[in-house]
């Protein structure tokens, strides 16, 4: 069971952050990504110490981000793969690290993300599903949702 | 100056998550865009300690997310508001928010943005800014960008 990081806050954002908010998680889930699979290309590659990264990486796997896969039986090693909802942070990435091009990139984008089929650049959007507009962050508005009472209640 | 936590990290999603990755630095954020303006009704919202509060709101400030406006003389008092480079954090909050929807809200979403204009439910995509396609993440690649050898370098 993961540790509740942020115990009262009935809310997505809170959720996803004690599942990949800690340090290192979004770096390590960056580098698998990247196609870095097992533990010493990571370790490698991110400079973070053995346990750090090895606790990190058990946590993934339990809330189901990575999978812990046997790739040779003797020895016995292991790599590690995004599942389904693994790829799917791709979008967050994505959205952090065209911000970070954006404001924090003082020599430009350190990586590009593009299309594979047309090269054209990524970009991460808000849409509306309804009308198929690309919404500027203005256009956006919230208001609770069907969970808003329920785990308030709880 | 902002503390190095990934020094070695010439990646635009590191030094990204140097100004927001702190614990409770996003849903400080994510409250502000809510309309919480005021330190105490930051601290009431979070119930983080004030110390903690305070030394986010500071560095957030120095980072250009939140401008510290005084909204009263006697006594003085100040509120915070996004600026323009906060303002465009909404799509990676948004899109950790959608993720987090998905697949940790045993609920329901607790909170749901829409179109301002349509009411339509909003979305974070991934989109090819060449031929306009909305892209799965198995569609998109990344390569070295200009900013790749300039910051090996320094």
Known sequence: MLQRTYENQNCSIARTLEVV???????????VFLGLRRFDQLQQSLGVARNVLSGRLARLAEAGILERVRYQERPERHEYRLTESGRELSIPLLALMEWGDRHVARSG?????EHRDCGGRVSARLTCSACGDTLEPAQVRTRPGPGHRAATAA
């Open 109 to 113: 984008p350190p990586r590009v993300a």
């Open 21 to 31: 908010g800690e340090r290192w998680t979004l770096l390590i889930i960056r580098d």
